[in-house]
Structures are given as structure tokens and as C-alpha cells.
């Protein structure tokens, strides 16, 4: 039940291996987020798992069926939304009625007619995440699809995005600098840092996940330590002595 299986890849641009014996495996209707600094090799391994880019060396199996959210929505802008939902789709009977269910997941059906630059950013968003899955993939790349996005509404689409996967059960990567959001999202976090990963683990915090709870709190220090950025250990005053 493997939907994409990577085997020692490899990835380099001039002498500088950005991805260098890198291995993952994600299971079916798995969701996974991979965390790293600025040009650790994020986007790239997200773009050779899509097809937008080629490997050096090494392996990565992945379904013919797969969709890219990027951080900006690409919106056709002379198309109105509906019709960027379902572009590239063949064309049928039931192409506007698959589009128009898809618009409406995402809570969009009255946009339909509309145009992308009437659209909020968080709206296009959604109009992305709705032509990506009317397709139903079996892998769903996100490449810091909510880094745009002021705080109130990444934390809406974080939701919408939990959702949608409950439904559609597509593995998904989820590219972010964002600690918390990978810890909110996933089942289990990857650290990537000198081309390979250093951390990959399941997320053992109950759903839904409160960023207060201990065993949030201490995997996000532990996530944050892997990326170089280490925090105060919180402290309790001992019984019978004033803090």
C-alpha cells in the first residue's frame, strides 16, 4: 500500500548536490510534511516527484495520477472559475457538474462564473485545491500553497485541507517552513538538511491537535532543534518552592 517510494535520489545543480541519496516512502492516503531551511532541496524533491523536474541518479515511484498546489494559485486569468477548475479535463456531459461539485467542497459554488481577479487570495487558493483534486489524484503535492495567505486564513485552509484529505484519500506532500502547520496537518514530519533527511517521524498528538498540548509543544521543539533553531525548555517551579 506504497504511493511513492524513493530510493536513494539524487539531485545537482552545478557541484552543489541539493538532494544526495535521499530516501522516503509514503504510504496510500498517507500525509506527510517536509520541513528545511531555504534551499535545502524542498521544492526540488517536490518537482521530480511531479514530473517538472528530472533526478541525477537513484529512483522515485510515484502514481500517474498526481496534482501540484504551488504557493501562488496560477489561475488562468482569461478563463472564468469554473472553467479553471476543470480545464484540461475531457470534455463531457458531466465535465461542469464534476467542476461544480468540486467548486462546491471547497465552499465556492457561487464563484463559479466569476473571475480569478475577483477573487481573494484565499479564494483563489481554494479554486487551486479544487482543480487539483476534481481530478482525484492518488498523490497531491503542496508546495507551501498557504504561505500567501494572512494568518486567520492559513489556519482555515489548513482546515479545509484536512478535510478534503479525510474525503479523497490522496497521499499528500506538503512542502512548508511552517513547524506548526506540518505538526497541525500530518501524520508524520520529515526534516530535509544536506540533501538527505535527518528526522522522519509520526506525529503522536490526538487530532484534533491543540498547539498547547505537551506532546505538540515537545515535537515541535524536538522539529525545531532539527532546523537549527533551538528554544527554551519550559520549567515548573519545584513542590514547595516559589517561582
Same mark, same amino acid.
Given at each position: 500500500?506504497?504511493?511513492?517510494?524513493?530510493?536513494?535520489?539524487?539531485?545537482?545543480?552545478? @557541484?552543489? !548536490?541539493?538532494?544526495?541519496?535521499?530516501?522516503?516512502?509514503?504510504?496510500?492516503?498517507?500525509?506527510?510534511?517536509?520541513?528545511?531551511?531555504?534551499?535545502?532541496?524542498?521544492? +526540488?524533491?517536490?518537482?521530480?516527484?511531479?514530473?517538472?523536474?528530472?533526478? @541525477?541518479?537513484?529512483?522515485?515511484? $510515484? &502514481?500517474?495520477?498526481?496534482?501540484? $498546489?504551488?504557493?501562488?494559485?496560477?489561475? *488562468?486569468?482569461?478563463?472564468?472559475?469554473? !472553467?479553471? $477548475? +476543470?480545464?484540461?479535463?475531457?470534455?463531457?456531459?458531466?465535465?461542469?457538474? +464534476?467542476?461544480?461539485?468540486?467548486?462546491?467542497?471547497?465552499?465556492?459554488?457561487?464563484?463559479?462564473?466569476?473571475?480569478?481577479?475577483? =477573487?481573494?487570495?484565499?479564494?483563489?487558493?481554494?479554486?487551486?485545491?479544487?482543480?487539483?483534486?476534481?481530478?482525484?489524484?492518488?498523490?497531491?503535492?503542496?508546495?507551501?500553497?498557504?504561505?500567501?495567505?494572512?494568518?486567520?486564513?492559513?489556519?482555515?485552509?489548513?482546515? =479545509?485541507?484536512?478535510?478534503?484529505?479525510?474525503?479523497?484519500?490522496?497521499?499528500?506532500?506538503? $512542502? +512548508?517552513?511552517?513547524?506548526?502547520?506540518?505538526?497541525?496537518?500530518?501524520?508524520?514530519?520529515?526534516?530535509?538538511? @544536506?540533501?538527505?533527511?535527518?528526522?522522519?517521524? &509520526?506525529?503522536?498528538?490526538?487530532? &484534533?491537535?491543540?498547539?498547547?498540548?505537551?506532546?505538540?509543544?515537545?515535537?515541535?521543539?524536538?522539529?525545531?532543534?532539527?532546523?537549527?533553531?533551538?528554544?527554551?525548555?519550559?520549567?515548573? &517551579?519545584?513542590?514547595? *518552592?516559589?517561582?
Amino acid at each position: 500500500m506504497t504511493a511513492v517510494r524513493v530510493r536513494g535520489l539524487r539531485r545537482a545543480f552545478g @557541484d552543489r !548536490a541539493v538532494i544526495d541519496g535521499l530516501d522516503l516512502t509514503i504510504g496510500r492516503g498517507e500525509f506527510v510534511a517536509l520541513l528545511g531551511a531555504s534551499g535545502s532541496g524542498k521544492t +526540488t524533491l517536490l518537482r521530480i516527484l511531479g514530473a517538472l523536474d528530472g533526478a @541525477d541518479g537513484g529512483e522515485a515511484l $510515484v &502514481p500517474a495520477a498526481r496534482t501540484i $498546489v504551488f504557493q501562488e494559485p496560477r489561475l *488562468v486569468p482569461s478563463k472564468k472559475v469554473l !472553467a479553471n $477548475v +476543470t480545464v484540461g479535463l475531457p470534455r463531457g456531459a458531466g465535465t461542469r457538474a +464534476t467542476g461544480l461539485r468540486a467548486l462546491a467542497e471547497v465552499g465556492l459554488e457561487r464563484h463559479a462564473d466569476a473571475w480569478p481577479a475577483t =477573487l481573494s487570495g484565499g479564494e483563489a487558493q481554494r479554486v487551486a485545491l479544487a482543480r487539483a483534486l476534481v481530478r482525484e489524484p492518488e498523490l497531491l503535492l503542496l508546495d507551501e500553497p498557504f504561505a500567501a495567505l494572512d494568518a486567520l486564513t492559513r489556519l482555515r485552509m489548513q482546515d =479545509l485541507v484536512g478535510e478534503l484529505r479525510r474525503i479523497h484519500r490522496p497521499a499528500v506532500l506538503l $512542502v +512548508t517552513h511552517d513547524v506548526d502547520e506540518a505538526v497541525r496537518l500530518a501524520d508524520r514530519v520529515a526534516v530535509l538538511r @544536506d540533501g538527505r533527511l535527518v528526522t522522519d517521524e &509520526p506525529v503522536a498528538v490526538l487530532r &484534533p491537535r491543540d498547539p498547547g498540548d505537551p506532546a505538540f509543544v515537545a515535537l515541535r521543539r524536538r522539529l525545531l532543534a532539527d532546523l537549527g533553531v533551538h528554544t527554551p525548555q519550559e520549567t515548573t &517551579p519545584l513542590e514547595g *518552592v516559589s517561582a
